[in-house]
Structure formats: structure tokens, C-alpha cells
């Protein structure tokens, strides 16, 4: 282990054991943060980042496995990780307690994002294998009430995201090495449509990474790592539009009633706020010193956007807090390394509900 990676993990382990004795941890709304580089998952307080719990991923002591994507359902009772690397695996959690319920091992090279249909029934998991050197892989479509794999269709070149329309009847998937966006029907898992990211797509011009749909679902916003831009196009894949934004886009995510999408700019330490409707990027927020930011999630009115940044070599990645109407930012914390996903989950009221 380097050596400054060695006085990093010491650290993280003695915060993770902290909390604050005066709030209750189930009541606290919550950030599940994915630390690759120590094969966790952080769960934060996302009201000033007070590290709660640090849960072990690591199912091969001496690799690194890199827990990638995480999201929580949406009823709220469950949250799900996946493994990256080595036996890429979906990992099913009780929000109760943090319980481990199941994991499934999935039969691609690689694991990246997951995402839940609006009934929380479905889970989609695209093969992000670059090493497959513009090879076609594969999406998994999983049934998660029992974690059994429903279909295993073929997408194309390194699928990064399946971003889920809040109709939950079509997925955009990312296809980050042949340039293109597809689009798969949710119930059959049948590919309808792949169309190229914009004019000059090809040789990774574009390399949509990451998606976000409108509220109604009309429209689907993609990050263009490569072009820095936000990429518009409709339920049938018909151009809608571009945004410029800072370099590296990499997540993004939409306020539950569409007014606005928040960008992670991985190579440029900020994050775009964006008017959909304008197609207009309104506010740009300075992270200085947080290296390549990249994960983001926002609270359920769309008032704080939590963005996470990965770190450096050696150094700890960290989430910060952001108000998204000022760009003010509430909170840093620093916690875990190469600090990857992030999902919200809503405290619990005082009464139980």
C-alpha cells in the first residue's frame, strides 16, 4: 500500500466510527457514497456530513474491487451497490440498519451504474468493459425481489449508464466508446433504437457517459465527457439541443419537478447548474481543490445538490453540499478514495413514518 494511501485508511476507519449521539441514525437523511479505492460504502448525514458508518465491500482482501454505482429505491427500504471489478457483483441492502439482504454475481467484465425503475421493481446494470476495445457488451436487467437476472441483452461498446424514464417504460443507455445513445424497452429489454450522440459522432468524438431524463419524460440529457456539453434529444432520439459546460461532464441529475439539472464536471473542479427549458447553463460552482468530481444526487425538493470528487492518486476523495439556487456551498467532507456514486435517502419523521 503507498504511503500516503496507508495514513488515508486509518483515518477513514476511526471517522466512519463517529455519529453524533444526539441523532438518532435512522432518523437522519442519508448519503451513500462508494469509495473504490477501499472497496466501501460511506453513509454520511447529508445535513453536514457527519461520516455515520463505513460498510465493507470487499469481497477479495487483497484487490481492489472499486464499488461503483448506488442508488436507494424508491420506497425508501432498500439501497443497492455494485462491484466494479473482479466478480462484478449488485449488492441489496435494508435502509433499516444497513442490513446486507442478498448480492448477485453477474456474468460481465465489468459493473457500473444502477439504476431502479420507478416501482422499484427492475434493475438495470450496463457491462462498462473498455477493455473490450469497442467489443459490444451487454446490459443486465435484474428482478431485485429475489435477485435473479431477467434478460442479459447485447447494447453495444462500453454501456456506462441505463437511466430509467420516470414512466418506466424506456431506459437511455450511454455507449461511451461507439458514440450513440440506445434506447431499450423496460418491460421486454428489447433494444428499439440506437442513434449517434450528435453530427460528428465517432472515434469517441462525444463519449456520452451520463444521462438524466425530464420530469415528463419527453426528453433524455446526456454529458458528453469528451465534448463538454449537455446534449439534448427526445424519447425517439431526435436532437433537442446542446449546453456547454466545464470539462469532463460526468454525472448529472434532474429535481424531481424537471426546473433544473445539475452537472459534476470531472477535469475542470465544478459543477453546472442548468435551466432544461432554456437549454442554458445558469450558474457554474468552483470546487477548488477537489479533484475530479464526479457523482451527484439531490435532495427531493431540488434545493442542495450533493456532488461527489473522486481525489487524486493517494488522496481522499470527499463530497461537498451545494445550494443549488445560490451555488453556496453548506459543506466538504473528505471520505473514502476514488469517491465514485452517491445516492439520498430521506430521514425518517419522528412519529416512524
Not at 424508491?74 to 457483483?89: F, S, V
Not at 440529457?221 to 425517439?236: I, K, L, W
Request: charged letters at 25%.
Amino acid at each position: 500500500m503507498p504511503r500516503r494511501l496507508a495514513a488515508i485508511v486509518p483515518l477513514l476507519l476511526t471517522a466512519a466510527c463517529g455519529g453524533s449521539p444526539d441523532r438518532p441514525y435512522e432518523d437522519a437523511p442519508r448519503l451513500y457514497v462508494t469509495s473504490g479505492f477501499t472497496d466501501e460504502v460511506h453513509v454520511l448525514d447529508a445535513r453536514d456530513g457527519t461520516i455515520l458508518r463505513a460498510i465493507s465491500l470487499d469481497r477479495r482482501r487483497t484487490e481492489t474491487d472499486e464499488p461503483h454505482g448506488v442508488t436507494v429505491s424508491p420506497d425508501g427500504r432498500h439501497w443497492y451497490a455494485t462491484l466494479a471489478h473482479g466478480h462484478p457483483t449488485l449488492w441489496k441492502y435494508e435502509t433499516d440498519g444497513d442490513r446486507l439482504v442478498g448480492r448477485l454475481q453477474l456474468d460481465i467484465p465489468g459493473a457500473a451504474r444502477v439504476e431502479l425503475t420507478p416501482d422499484g421493481g427492475r434493475a438495470f446494470i450496463p457491462d462498462y468493459w473498455r477493455g473490450g476495445l469497442g467489443e459490444e457488451s451487454r446490459v443486465a436487467v435484474v428482478e431485485v425481489h429475489d435477485l435473479t437476472v431477467a434478460a442479459m441483452p447485447v447494447v453495444c461498446p462500453a454501456p456506462h449508464h441505463a437511466a430509467v424514464d420516470p414512466t418506466g417504460t424506456l431506459v437511455a443507455v450511454t455507449c461511451s466508446l461507439s458514440d450513440e445513445i440506445a434506447l431499450m424497452d423496460v418491460a421486454s429489454a428489447r433494444i428499439l433504437t440506437r442513434f449517434p450522440a450528435g453530427p460528428e459522432a465517432g472515434t469517441a468524438r462525444y463519449t456520452p457517459m451520463n444521462a438524466a431524463w425530464s420530469a415528463d419524460g419527453d426528453r433524455v440529457y446526456v454529458t458528453m465527457a469528451a465534448a463538454g456539453e449537455v446534449r439534448a434529444f427526445s424519447r425517439t432520439g431526435e436532437p433537442a439541443g446542446a449546453i456547454a459546460v466545464g470539462q469532463g461532464p460526468a454525472q448529472i441529475a434532474a429535481s424531481a419537478d424537471g426546473r433544473v439539472l445539475v452537472v459534476a464536471n470531472r477535469r475542470s473542479e465544478s459543477v453546472s447548474v442548468l435551466d432544461p427549458t432554456a437549454l442554458a447553463e445558469v450558474r457554474r460552482v468552483e470546487l477548488r481543490g477537489a479533484a475530479f468530481p464526479h457523482g451527484v444526487a439531490l435532495d427531493p425538493v431540488g434545493e442542495v445538490a450533493f456532488v461527489t470528487w473522486e481525489g487524486r492518486a493517494g488522496e481522499p476523495g470527499g463530497v461537498a453540499a451545494l445550494r443549488i439556487d445560490t451555488g453556496e456551498v453548506l459543506w466538504r467532507r473528505e471520505v473514502g478514495v476514488l469517491t465514485l456514486g452517491v445516492a439520498y435517502l430521506a430521514g425518517r419523521a419522528k412519529d416512524g413514518r
